[in-house]
């Protein structure tokens, strides 16, 4: 039975002048916010503003430096994530925790028996998960590892787990970032209905249609201070962008420059297979070109560019690169080719996260021997720096371990580092996935201008938009192959839509 708290008003919790600072970064400075209950809370702001600092100062993770917190009207000091859950909140972090091997079942009561003191026994565990299942709205095979199921899935686990522990404030921190548009679209929904179920929800995200979408209230953060926070009512996208950046910004794509047709073929791969993710894989990109590569989940996209790139074993293939065929066998073996790839996952982004964002950039590349002069190794951190501040960030965080680093920072971090070698070949999955409004634009022009240096890119992404606004020949892929190219005038929304649905247009329309 879910009892219901009375809906919307009363305020669930309450910030006043919350500071954070680490290590002398102000991450949060002087921050008032009230989250009513059983309302979704956006926080919005530029990558490093402060939001999942805030987010996870109200879930227990840190403790503020100065300020109070109140709960249910009570003032709290939270040491870690158990105390607040006490209190009924938990947070869904930008990285997931689950344990990968259990089941779905498993995980969602891990850690629930000890607190209600029984050790839940298999059937009652089994009728618990349907009525939590229930409860939620939406359910999950509960015997299946979480290993195997998608990301949107494991999320659903981690809902469900989160209600297990009855909470009834969730901070989600970017829950839909590495999500397709459907199941972002699924997530929503859930929290609306969660929302109506009478739990609290506060929703980080960089997209700004989906938080007007859904949020009842937002916050605005800037450098770690409230820039404002109310009702979403006549928020707009340009409205919050304006007081995230504190000035109007053109979100609109750069104009892209021309390939010229004749440039030299820089990647040629012909006849890549790889069982039961896809095959018959023959394309070119040339000197200055952005190939975009669109179609639905699961359509093999992803797949093919782990395959160039040598992280997933092809079956067949042939892989020329400025005219020499390779034998590409890992990533090593694509970096010495000269082939670089901005992996969709953060997880295995290729960041050491421990060393710092100048010892990522110039890490000599998996396995490159290092036997530079020092003079070499100077430059390189100059030009390491030059690349840092071209990709937008700071280099005032050049000296401090990649782990402190907000999210969409990261992210940065991991394009300098490849743009350091100038690769022959950029592969960019989903590029501009977890950064704010204002650097999505510094990395289409960063893109763009690659391209124009002579560089082939490969664009990736979901956003269809995006490869649009983007690439100068588009290849849609559908169940592992390519079924269609796109360029001058069938290089529109529509015509890479209907390629993408064709042969499921009647189940997609149902
Ligand atoms: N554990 C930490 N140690 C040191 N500095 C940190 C730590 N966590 C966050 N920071 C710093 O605090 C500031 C705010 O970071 P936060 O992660 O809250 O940003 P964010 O708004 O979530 O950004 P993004 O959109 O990129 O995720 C940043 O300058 C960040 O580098
Ligand atoms: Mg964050």
């Keep these: 039975m879910v009892m219901r708290e009375p809906a919307g008003g009363a305020d669930h919790v309450v910030a006043r002048s919350v500071h954070k600072r680490f290590a002398g970064v102000a991450a949060l400075r002087a921050v008032d916010v009230v989250v009513r209950r059983a309302t979704i809370h956006a926080l919005v702001g530029e990558n490093g503003a402060g939001k999942s600092t805030l987010g996870r100062l109200i879930a227990g993770v840190h403790a503020a430096d100065g300020g109070v917190l109140e709960v249910d009207g009570r003032p709290v000091r939270y040491s870690s994530p158990r105390e607040a859950l006490v209190d009924g909140i938990t947070i869904l972090a930008q990285e997931l925790t689950l344990v990968e091997q259990r089941s779905v079942i498993e995980n969602v009561f891990l850690g629930v028996e000890e607190r209600t003191g029984a050790v839940l026994r298999r059937r009652e565990m089994r009728a618990r998960y349907r009525q939590l299942s229930e409860e939620a709205g939406f359910t999950v095979d509960a015997d299946a590892e979480v290993a195997t199921l998608r990301l949107a899935d494991k999320q659903k686990v981690e809902i469900l787990r989160a209600l297990a522990r009855r909470a009834r404030l969730i901070v989600m921190d970017e829950p839909t970032a590495a999500l397709t548009t459907e199941e972002a679209q699924q997530l929503l929904a859930i929290m609306r209905d969660l929302r109506s179920r009478g739990t609290t929800i506060i929703f980080v ?23 404002r926070s109310g009702p979403a009512t006549g928020e707009t996208v340009d409205s919050l962008v304006t007081a995230m950046l504190g000035r109007p910004t053109d979100t609109a794509f750069p104009r892209k420059q021309p390939a010229a047709a004749d440039a030299p073929v820089r990647l040629s791969v012909q006849g890549l297979r790889r069982a039961g993710s896809f095959s018959d894989i023959s394309f070119e990109v040339r000197s200055g070109e952005i190939l975009g590569i669109a179609g639905l989940v699961g359509a093999g996209r992803t797949e093919v560019a782990r395959g160039i790139f040598g992280a997933d074993r092809l079956d067949a293939g042939r892989i020329v690169v400025d005219g020499v065929a390779r034998r590409i066998r890992r990533p090593r073996d694509a970096v010495r080719a000269g082939i670089a790839m901005l992996p969709e996952s953060r997880k295995d982004q290729g960041l050491l996260m421990d060393t710092t964002v100048l010892g990522n950039v110039t890490l000599a590349h998996l396995g490159e ?15 390491a720096l030059d690349v ?105 929304q529509e015509a890479v839509l209907h390629a993408a649905f064709a042969s499921t247009e009647g189940a997609a329309a149902s």
């Excluded at 938009?465 to 690439?471: D, I, K, N, P, S």
């Design 388 to 492: 840092l501040t071209e990709v937008g960030v700071d280099t005032a965080k050049a000296r401090v371990a990649v782990t402190t680093l907000s999210g969409g920072n990261q992210q940065k971090t991991l394009f300098a580092k490849w743009l350091l070698k100038r690769p022959a070949v950029l592969i960019a999955d989903e590029p501009t996935r977890g950064v704010d409004v204002g650097s999505k634009r510094v990395i289409y022009d960063l893109l763009l201008s690659l391209a124009a240096d002579g560089m082939s890119v490969v664009v990736i992404s979901s956003e269809l938009e995006e490869v649009l606004g983007l690439a100068h020949r588009v290849l849609v892929m559908r169940e592992g192959r390519i079924v269609s190219e796109h360029v001058g005038s069938s290089l529109n």
């Design 205 to 227: 995200s960089h997209f700004l249609e989906d938080v007007l979408a859904v949020a009842d209230d937002i916050t605005v953060l800037r450098d770690g201070a409230l820039v």
């Design 369 to 383: 021997v290092s036997n530079r002069s020092i003079i070499d190794r100077r430059r390189e951190r100059r030009r």
